[in-house]
């Protein structure tokens, strides 16, 4: 659900306000009162996401395999900790580089 909503509601409108400033053209209806609000929401289920990681890190011993785990065992694992890097990254990307832009640009055309 949460990648529907970025997909199809909130990177399209993102989209749209960077257009308009481009173009010079007027910003986009907001269906949603303002960026900020799908963002916030984005942001609680980042933390969410984050927060069930680090729970499975902990009561996994931080992705330790036991000594006779099998290897369908160890690419579990390998997968969890590829995942949980790709996870990071993601959040990073957003919440640090996108939100902030797009926060940006919706004040400086209200501004």
Same mark, same amino acid.
């Given at each position: 659900?949460?990648?529907?909503?970025?997909?199809?509601?909130?990177?399209?409108?993102?989209?749209?306000?960077?257009?308009?400033?481009?173009?010079?053209?007027?910003?986009?209806?907001?269906?949603?009162?303002?960026?900020?609000?799908?963002?916030?929401?984005?942001?609680?289920?980042?933390?969410?996401?984050?927060?069930?990681?680090?729970?499975?890190?902990?009561?996994?011993?931080?992705?330790?395999?036991?000594?006779?785990?099998?290897?369908?065992?160890?690419?579990?694992?390998?997968?969890?900790? =590829?995942?949980?890097? =790709?996870?990071?990254?993601?959040?990073?990307?957003?919440?640090?580089?996108?939100?902030?832009?797009?926060?940006?640009?919706?004040?400086?055309?209200?501004?």
């Amino acid at each position: 659900m949460h990648m529907y909503k970025e997909e199809n509601i909130l990177f399209p409108y993102i989209e749209q306000m960077e257009a308009a400033l481009n173009g010079r053209r007027p910003m986009p209806y907001p269906p949603f009162g303002s960026v900020l609000n799908p963002i916030q929401m984005m942001e609680m289920e980042h933390d969410t996401a984050a927060e069930a990681l680090r729970g499975m890190r902990k009561s996994s011993s931080n992705f330790s395999v036991p000594a006779d785990g099998c290897a369908s065992y160890q690419a579990l694992y390998k997968g969890l900790v =590829d995942f949980e890097q =790709d996870l990071h990254l993601h959040i990073h990307l957003e919440n640090n580089i996108l939100f902030p832009r797009a926060t940006a640009m919706e004040t400086g055309i209200r501004t």
